[in-house]
């Protein structure tokens, strides 16, 4: 299973941004997919997840500006950033949770990551 992103940027304070993350390869089942976030010297934190049945949970700096959603045809997820603010800044991973065939067991997929920067 290989997850690639795109959609990230330079954007200033308040503007917004979108990001994409479609999963390939072989494939079995695709269950919870989501980001992640990891600024500069920290640790990597779960931004917004969204189950199969499109059920989204997010973080508390994530409730009312961004929002979540998927294409279980496409294989895809995205996340809409709004109302962006300078500690958004950080490189978002995008994972999902997945079998790659019928024997596999569920795992836990990472994206390459994408820079988001929000200037001041």
């Known amino acids: 299973v290989q997850l690639v992103e795109s959609g990230g940027g330079l954007v200033q304070s308040g503007g917004s941004l979108e990001l994409s993350c479609t999963a390939s390869g072989s494939i079995f089942s695709l269950g919870e997919m989501g980001w992640y976030r990891q600024a500069p010297g920290k640790e990597r934190d779960l931004v917004a997840s969204?189950?199969?049945?499109?059920?989204?949970h997010y973080l508390t700096f994530a409730e009312g500006r961004f929002t979540i959603s998927r294409d279980n045809a496409k294989n895809t997820v995205i996340l809409h950033m709004n109302s962006l603010k300078p500690e958004d800044t950080a490189v978002y991973y995008c994972y999902a949770e997945a079998r790659a065939t019928f024997l596999s067991v569920r795992e836990h997929y990472w994206g390459q990551g994408t820079q988001v920067t929000v200037s001041a």
């Open positions: 969204i189950a199969r049945d499109e059920i989204a």
